[in-house]
């Protein structure tokens, strides 16, 4: 077999080139009109609580959140293979990344942590665990991150 010099081995993987015409986007809104409301009533409005503790705070993202990866890096390779699973059955996970202090609050040893419904799943082998057993698809749709 010949090869030509200067060319590389290539994948036989296609590329598909959009080449439609998409028409300009809309101009942007005006700016909304200035609000009635008293400063000091606007601020207490958007204020939050500065006091919460990070317990409380990791309780409530789990409360508001039906699918949260909790990690210590952005970059964990773990983390990246979880998101990377539960986007293919088309969930797209809130990442959290936290302190090794934090981890204690989540009552696991190591991160990255996995929660659904409010209910700790465990670690990334749990995650493969709970898909193999055709259990994740049902629980997803449970808690609404996902529609049937």
């Not at 919460?52 to 990791?58: F, G, L, M, P, R």
């Not at 990442?95 to 090794?100: F, K, P, S």
């Amino acid at each position: 077999m010949k090869t030509m010099r200067g060319l590389r081995n290539c994948s036989n993987d296609a590329v598909t080139l959009d080449l439609t015409v998409h028409p300009p986007p809309p101009p942007p809104l005006p700016p909304p009109a200035p609000s009635t409301v008293s400063s000091s009533t606007a601020s207490t409005s958007l204020s939050f609580d500065e006091e919460e503790t990070s317990e409380s705070k990791i309780g409530r993202l789990i409360s508001e959140h039906p699918v949260i990866i909790f990690t210590r890096f952005s970059s964990c390779c773990m983390c990246h293979v979880m998101k990377k699973l539960l986007s293919t059955v088309g969930v797209h996970p809130t990442v959290i990344e936290i302190d090794d202090g934090e981890i204690a609050y989540l009552a696991v040893e190591a991160a990255p942590v996995l929660f659904i419904g409010g209910t700790c799943v465990g670690g990334f082998e749990s995650l493969v665990a709970l898909h193999l057993s055709g259990q994740l698809i049902p629980r997803l749709v449970e808690v609404g991150a996902l529609w049937a």
